[in-house]
């Protein structure tokens, strides 16, 4: 059995978790005045022009038919517009 934490090591576990919680109200916060969840806030955020589907799902760090989920309902608030890649279908 490893050995348990020591009390420093809590501690920063503890404030890691609080800033985490911070953040996570702080994004909503942003959002909710758009119409947006957080998760539809940071998609935009990790929107360039052009940008494969792919890149925004390893910005998010999330898996790429969510993110396409993501796209898809803030494609129908009019927020983005998808276009084809001549060269790139995926993108």
């Given at each position: 059995?490893?050995?348990?934490?020591d009390?420093?090591s809590?501690?920063?576990?503890?404030?890691?978790?609080?800033?985490?919680?911070?953040?996570?109200?702080?994004?909503?916060?942003?959002?909710?005045?758009?119409n947006?969840?957080?998760?539809?806030?940071?998609?935009?955020?990790?929107?360039?022009?052009?940008?494969?589907?792919?890149?925004?799902?390893?910005?998010?760090?999330?898996?790429?038919?969510?993110?396409?989920?993501?796209?898809?309902?803030?494609?129908?608030?009019?927020?983005?517009?998808?276009?084809?890649?001549?060269?790139?279908?995926?993108?």
């Amino acid at each position: 059995m490893p050995n348990p934490p020591d009390e420093v090591s809590k501690e920063v576990l503890g404030l890691f978790a609080a800033i985490n919680r911070r953040y996570l109200q702080d994004c909503e916060a942003a959002a909710t005045p758009h119409n947006l969840t957080p998760l539809q806030a940071k998609a935009l955020l990790a929107i360039e022009d052009p940008v494969p589907m792919r890149r925004i799902a390893e910005r998010l760090h999330a898996e790429p038919s969510n993110v396409t989920a993501i796209i898809d309902r803030l494609e129908s608030s009019g927020l983005v517009e998808r276009s084809p890649d001549p060269a790139d279908r995926r993108v």
